[in-house]
T-cell receptor
Framework: GESVGLHLPTLSVQEGDNSIINCAYS??????FIWYKQESGKGPQFIIDIRSNMDKRQGQRVTVLLNKTVKHLSLQIAATQPGDSAVYFC???????????FGTGTRLQVFP | DTGVSQDPRHKITKRGQNVTFRCDPI?????LYWYRQTLGQGPEFLTY????????KSRLLSDRFSAERPKGSFSTLEIQRTEQGDSAMYLC?????????????????FGEGSRLTVL
């Protein structure tokens, strides 16, 4: 079935380093992708999105890259801070639906 | 606070009891979603509404689950005859919708969730 998955369940980085979180998706018809951040005990929080007609989008300290050829999505966080520690989910909206499908998540741990 | 609010935040119940969760979306959002999340997993889609119409239900939503959005504003999710496997976080989200000419991002705004524990 359709799925969105992640390569690494846990990523540990030192404060100030850059982080890269990867995601593989299986539905080549997906139109839209979003990265969410979820802190313990809270609901997911939007970070950045990208449409399928783009391959890169930048926000504040975050960049999302989309490679449709290999169905790969990544989130880059520059100068990672302790407040970035959370679980990160990639999610997709397949073409012609309004249903957001989440992957299983990567835990980012930032050490001082 | 003008975000998505959910009530109750925590619910502990005995197996076989009925529970109801309420979600109040962001007021101008016409779409409302329910998701279920278990520990270490991503949220799983359950159902969503466009205004008061329920447009899609996941096969995860057994006949013990029912969701309503009677006036196109708040929504309720009821679970009848709860089972231990129903223990999870139930997340509600709202959005302006997505697609086509629409400039909206399609971003779903999530509430803090209602955590259900079935003993």
């Amino acid at each position: 079935g359709e799925s969105v998955g992640l390569h690494l369940p846990t990523l540990s980085v030192q404060e100030g380093d850059n982080s890269i979180i990867n995601c593989a998706y299986s539905n080549s018809a997906s139109d839209y992708f979003i990265w969410y951040k979820q802190e313990s005990g809270k609901g997911p929080q939007f970070i950045i999105d990208i449409r399928s007609n783009m391959d890169k989008r930048q926000g504040q300290r975050v960049t999302v890259l989309l490679n449709k050829t290999v169905k790969h999505l990544s989130l880059q966080i520059a100068a990672t801070q302790p407040g970035d520690s959370a679980v990160y989910f990639c999610a997709e909206i397949p073409y012609n639906t309004d249903k957001l499908i989440f992957g299983t998540g990567t835990r980012l741990q930032v050490f001082p | 606070d003008t975000g998505v609010s959910q009530d109750p935040r925590h619910k502990i119940t005995k197996r076989g009891q009925n529970v109801t969760f309420r979600c109040d979306p962001i007021s101008e959002h016409n779409r409302l979603y329910w998701y279920r999340q278990t520990l270490g997993q991503g949220p799983e889609f359950l159902t969503y509404f466009q205004n008061e119409a329920q447009l899609e239900k996941s096969r995860l939503l057994s006949d013990r689950f029912s969701a309503e959005r009677p006036k196109g504003s708040f929504s309720t999710l009821e679970i009848q005859r709860t089972e231990q496997g129903d223990s999870a976080m139930y997340l509600c989200a709202s959005s302006l919708g997505w697609g086509g000419q629409n400039e909206n991002t399609g971003e779903l705004f999530f509430g803090e969730g209602s955590r259900l524990t079935v003993l």
